[in-house]
């Protein structure tokens, strides 16, 4: 539709433009301001200093259109997040980083962030792992000879440095089932976006 080539402006004062439109994912969009938000957030999150390049604005649109495709599987299917433990835990890991409330807000301040911005985002960390774990850990099963082929593998580029294989097999084991898992939510997005009308407007990531 036309209407989503063009910008999604708000009105303040002299009908100045604060927002556009970044990606359409059918009839859902991102916005620019969304897209900006989560370089932030990224960056605050991990203690780097923001990235607005357009190469990183694209890859952080991309991640955004996986979240808008997993936020919609989760509608779709009447999923009911258990989760608000585990975020409230990793917030308080987080604030813990700092040595004052008031640095932490300082800090907040110069990502241009609000406390909310960052308590969301550990919510939708803690519901998008918890989503990954029940919907394709249950279907990965590795057989104990890939698990000592691993090992074999593990010890003969790194001699002497490995315990011996009955300590190592259940780390090895989660390794493998990561690997798969991962392997699985990435060719499900992968069907996701074929099945989905996903437009990127180039004049955002210029």
């Known amino acids: 539709m036309r209407y989503l080539a063009s910008l999604l402006f708000l009105v303040i004062g002299s009908a100045e433009i604060i927002d556009r ?36 604005r694209r890859t952080t649109a991309d991640r955004l259109v996986e979240q808008l495709l997993i936020r919609r599987e989760l509608e779709s299917s009447g999923y009911v997040s258990v989760s608000p433990d585990v975020a409230k835990e990793n917030y308080q890991q987080l604030t813990r980083r700092f ?20 308590r969301q985002a550990l919510e939708w960390q803690a519901t998008l792992l918890e989503f990954v774990d029940t919907r394709f850990r249950p279907g ?19 001699p002497g440095k490995l315990p011996p294989f009955d300590d190592a097999k259940d780390d090895i084991e989660q390794v493998l089932t990561s690997q798969r898992v991962d392997n699985a939510l990435d ?20």
């Open 187 to 206: 060719r499900w997005l992968g069907q996701a976006r074929t099945q989905t009308s996903i437009r990127y407007m180039p004049e955002v990531f210029r």
């Open 99 to 118: 040595k004052t409330a008031e640095e932490y807000t300082r800090t907040l301040a110069e990502y241009r962030l609000k406390d909310e911005d960052v």
């Open 21 to 56: 439109i970044a990606v359409s994912v059918d009839k859902r969009v991102i916005t620019e301001s969304e897209v900006l938000r989560q370089v932030r957030i990224t960056a605050f999150l991990n203690q780097e200093q923001p990235d607005f390049s357009p190469a990183n």
């Open 140 to 158: 990965v099963q590795i057989p104990p000879s890939e698990i000592k082929e691993y090992y074999d593998l593990q010890v003969e580029q790194n």
